[in-house]
């Protein structure tokens, strides 16, 4: 009988850890909690029956590691693995400081 082996490179499984799924840039809306900030994200969506667009919006916890960003920045930010209860978003980088 020949046996075959399988053996995955230590670079597949890299590739996969490093990508990034999901990311969304919004305004930050509070930083009161420690290495928390929270950001609000404001979509347009249409109707499916009557297309009317309305605007709908959606707080995110975001991880901020140096507590750097402030009320009103705009930042991007990323899905990542549970940081806590709710967290599963950390910061990419500012856009804008007010």
Not at 11 to 30: A, C, L, P, Q
Not at 53 to 60: Q, W
Not at 64 to 70: G, L, P, V
């Amino acid at each position: 009988m020949s046996e075959k082996s399988t053996k995955v490179s230590k670079d597949s499984k890299n590739k996969s850890d490093n990508k990034i799924n999901r990311v969304f840039k919004g305004v930050v809306v509070s930083d009161k909690m420690d290495k928390t900030i929270v950001v609000s994200i404001h979509r347009m969506k249409q109707h499916a029956k009557y297309n009317k667009r309305y605007g709908v919006s959606k707080l995110y916890p975001v991880h901020d590691e140096h507590n750097k960003f402030k009320k009103g920045d705009e930042v991007r930010f990323a899905e990542c693995r549970p940081l806590s209860k709710t967290k599963r978003w950390y910061v990419l980088d500012d856009k804008t400081k007010k």
